[in-house]
């Protein structure tokens, strides 16, 4: 719904269905003109009005709407973080593997082929592990002030 008033008489408001839009302000003018026709305006628009004078009327978003919102916003990080925590904890112990095979690569033994490219096909798991675990530290901090949105939103009134 738009809404709309008139500088000169800021108490009238006009309600159209719809968003803003040339269309819709031609029919608040059309109940502007409804409202003077009937006598029901007291303002005098002495040199003419136009649609595009007429003010639109944002309403004002309410603080439940806003605590909301709030609540909406920490139950999908507190989802974002168990969504990650399941990803770290599935790619774990390969990565953990992986790393221990890193170390040949700084040893004096020799390696085969064959392991070098076992460590290749590796690091894309490890460095996914990695990129996980670090989404997860920031998720998980995060996380602490959702988990303080929902504790206050849960607590009982009459405490």
Same mark, same amino acid.
């Given at each position: ?5 008139? %500088? ?11 968003? /803003?839009?040339?269309? #819709?302000? $031609?029919? %608040?003018?059309?109940?502007?003109? $409804?409202?003077? /026709? ?17 003010? $639109? ?24 973080? #168990? ?6 904890? $599935? ?9 221990? %095979? ?27 592990? #990695? ?7 920031? %998720? ?5 002030? #959702? ?13």
């Amino acid at each position: 719904m738009a809404q709309y008033t008139l %500088a000169q008489s800021p108490e009238i408001i006009l309600t159209v269905p719809g968003k /803003d839009s040339a269309k #819709a302000r $031609e029919k %608040a003018m059309d109940q502007l003109m $409804e409202l003077m /026709d009937a006598g029901k305006l007291s303002t005098e628009l002495e040199e003419g009005f136009s649609p595009q004078q007429l003010i $639109e009327v944002k309403e004002a978003i309410t603080e439940s709407a806003s605590a909301e919102d709030a609540i909406t916003q920490a139950v999908q990080v507190l989802n974002n973080l #168990a969504t990650l925590k399941l990803k770290v904890q $599935e790619s774990r112990t390969e990565a953990l593997e992986i790393r221990k %095979a890193v170390d040949v690569l700084f040893s004096d033994n020799s390696v085969t082929e064959e392991e070098i490219t076992h460590l290749k096909e590796g690091f894309k798991i490890l460095k996914n592990f #990695a990129q996980a675990n670090l989404r997860y530290q920031e %998720a998980r901090a995060k996380a602490e002030q #959702a988990r303080q949105v929902l504790d206050q939103a849960l607590k009982s009134p009459d405490k």
